[in-house]
């Protein structure tokens, strides 16, 4: 913000300053940029497919120490990923900020505890 509001707005960050400074680094109301929303994503479209393959992307050695160290505890925190035996697996709060439907489940609750010759 410091360098951007010294460049575009003589030093002074204001509000609007700073929505302009996040708005060129690409960051949304929520606060996730680029690396955030790449990463849920990939969890969603690949969940979909394959629930093995959310985790994926660590396949790139490089960015997997920073997404799991940096990316990964912010998006758990915000309520927008979750980290189960499955894998990675984006909650409905990460499919609804895409706009996106959550799947839905059919539940028989009238299933006997036992099966009768089970």
Partial sequence: MRDFAEVKAGGIISGDVALAALDMLEVDPLGFDTLDRKLLLTVIEN???????????QRD??????????????LIQ????????????ATRAALRHFGLAAPTVERDLNLPLFRDGV
Wanted: glycine letters at 8%; charged letters at 30%; proline letters at 5%.
């Fill in 61 to 74: 050695e490089r960015r997997a120490g920073t997404i799991e160290d940096v990316v990964e505890p912010f």
């Fill in 78 to 89: 915000q309520g927008f990923l979750m980290r189960t035996a499955r894998g990675r697996v």
């Fill in 47 to 57: 969940s979909k497919a394959d629930p093995w393959a959310s985790i994926a992307w």
